[in-house]
């Protein structure tokens, strides 16, 4: 719900991917009353929540409309990113109120060698 920093997201525990030379994210999301421009990203940190990478952004009226469910898959590799054994996921929204909602749902984090 609205951008409220942390309180506006979900984060995963530390995950180890320092053997992994990629990684997918799949999952399901849908949104309720997101203006148009209003988004949420899917970031990336490799030292445990510290500090985070921006990986996708997903804007309302461009990439997605209100009530509609999706499917969406990110891939990255260990020559753009660096893969540790303390990295985390996180989802958080940016929206302007409480009623802006995005829910996100069947998240699956697979690594290959």
Do not use: P
């Not at 525990?13 to 399901?28: A, E, H, K, R």
């Not at 990478?53 to 209100?66: C, H, M, R």
């Amino acid at each position: 719900r609205d951008n409220s920093g942390v309180a506006s997201s979900m984060t995963s525990d530390n995950i180890d991917l320092s053997t992994y030379n990629q990684v997918d994210i799949t999952f399901d999301f849908e949104t309720v009353s997101m203006e148009t421009g209003e988004d949420f990203f899917l970031r990336y940190s490799d030292d445990g929540g510290t500090s985070w990478t921006t990986l996708v952004i997903y804007v309302s009226g461009a990439d997605f409309n209100n009530n509609t469910k999706y499917t969406r898959t990110i891939s990255i590799d260990d020559g753009t990113y660096t893969f540790t054994s303390n990295a985390q996921f996180r989802f958080q929204a940016d929206a302007s109120a409480n009623n802006d909602e995005v829910f996100i749902d069947n998240i699956h984090i697979e690594g290959y060698m």
